[in-house]
């Protein structure tokens, strides 16, 4: 297959071009300046600017952008990059993959499109929230729009929170268990979403390949977790204590209110049912062996 990356440069893209290679894909990444290397084409999403030729003979788009959720506390200004950076690029490949005629369309998503499930565990079926992560989701989803509805094959990855070595909100975890300060957030009886690195690029190849896939996709590991199930597993992987309980005003005088009540005490609870029904397996199905692979 000859396949587009957008975003390839970001904690999932980067494995997700080797693992495409490796499987003897042709993979172009898209690059925000002038193509310096055989495989880069330049592209301007807010200018709406592809380098010409960029989409021929392409079997599918493959669309990783988006600024990082937790990376700055969320005023109006963030929220507007947050959106921007989801839907701008959404719209600009979409519109694309329609002109040139490409058959698939893989767009990344979030597994806070359902909002906080409370106890109950979700599959694709379920509706959305109405909390602003669940609107930014929903946005960042119809972004999409021009390409479903020209008929073009597109798939809504709905990703939960990576395990990764480096990187991502996990790398930014590690130094604190390491440092004896790990302890469940809140209540710890909201659900913590996770899956591994290895299995979110796998499940991003497989849907790639797999042209019965289509709509949303929770790339979510078959096995949930509560926020303190996590905790209790990181402190075993990493041989930490961790006795530490960080209460919900901590939080919020920490990371803002309206962030530290979306992404750290609440959460939701989902199921992979569309992985799962289509054949998926995944490497690292439980905590202890996708910690194991994240601390190494």
């Known amino acids: 297959m000859r396949v587009v990356i957008a975003g390839s440069s970001g904690l999932i893209g980067t494995s997700l071009v080797a693992s495409m290679r490796a499987a003897g894909h042709e993979v172009l990444r898209l690059v925000r300046r002038k193509a310096a290397a055989p495989d880069e084409r330049g592209w301007d999403p807010y200018a709406g600017r592809v380098d010409d030729g960029t989409f021929d003979g392409v079997d599918a788009v493959i669309n990783l952008c988006g600024a990082g959720i937790g990376d700055k506390r969320w005023d109006d200004a963030r929220k507007q990059v947050l959106h921007d950076s989801r839907v701008v690029p959404g719209e600009v490949l979409s519109a694309a993959v329609v002109e040139h005629g490409v058959p698939a369309l893989i767009n990344s998503s979030g597994a806070h499109y359902y909002g906080d499930t409370g106890s109950q565990l979700v599959d694709e079926d379920a509706p959305g929230g109405h909390s602003y992560m669940a609107r930014l989701t929903q946005d960042w989803e119809g972004s999409t729009s021009a390409a479903q509805k020209a008929g073009v094959r597109v798939v809504l990855m709905r990703t939960a929170v990576v395990l990764s070595p480096s990187g991502g909100m996990f790398g930014r975890l590690k130094p604190v268990f390491q440092f004896f300060l790990g302890g469940k957030l809140g209540t710890g009886e909201q659900f913590f979403p ?70 750290v005490l609440t959460g939701p609870g989902l199921t992979p049912k569309v992985l799962e029904t289509h054949g998926f397996t995944f490497l690292h199905p439980a905590l202890p062996s996708a910690l194991t692979a994240a601390v190494a």
């Open 194 to 263: 996770w899956i591994s690195l290895d299995d979110v690029v796998s499940a991003y190849r497989f849907v790639t390949e797999h042209d019965d896939v289509r709509g949303p996709v929770n790339v979510v590991a078959p096995t949930p977790a509560t926020n303190a199930e996590f905790t209790k597993a990181v402190g075993h992987a990493l041989n930490r204590p961790t006795p530490w309980a960080v209460p919900a005003f901590a939080l919020k005088a920490l990371l803002g209110g309206e962030m530290a009540e979306e992404l």
